[in-house]
Nanobody
């Protein structure tokens, strides 16, 4: 079994910053990629940022404002979010993709980020 625990969601004013954390534990072997997704009310879940094979990828809407990083020794991913906007309001989900023995995606429970004045 694999568990993902997220933290860091909060209510913040426009222009503020937050840092999300995601810690993975359990039966994790071999290569693994991590990423952050978000889902706003009435919208589909969308990719925010990911680290795939060591390369980072960002949604156009967050480029230059968000930074994804990870601590491989702890299998922990972070999402530093700066210059937050009201449209960043959503539930943010951590994703862990394992490749052995087969490709499987695991998801965290989600953490709420609300950007409001």
């Amino acid at each position: 079994q694999v568990q993902l625990v997220e933290s860091g969601g909060d209510v913040v004013q426009p222009g503020g910053s937050l840092r999300l954390s995601c810690s993975a534990s359990g039966n994790i072997f071999g290569r693994n990629d991590m990423g952050w997704y978000r889902q706003a009310p009435g919208k589909q879940r969308e990719l925010v940022a990911s680290i795939v094979g060591g390369n980072t990828n960002y949604a156009d809407s967050v480029k230059g404002r968000f930074t994804i990083s990870r601590d491989n020794s702890q299998i922990t991913a972070y999402l530093q979010m700066n210059s937050l906007k009201p449209e960043d309001t959503a539930v943010y989900f951590c994703n862990l993709r394992l490749f052995w023995p087969k490709v499987v995606d695991y998801w965290g429970q989600g953490t709420q980020v609300t950007v409001s004045s």
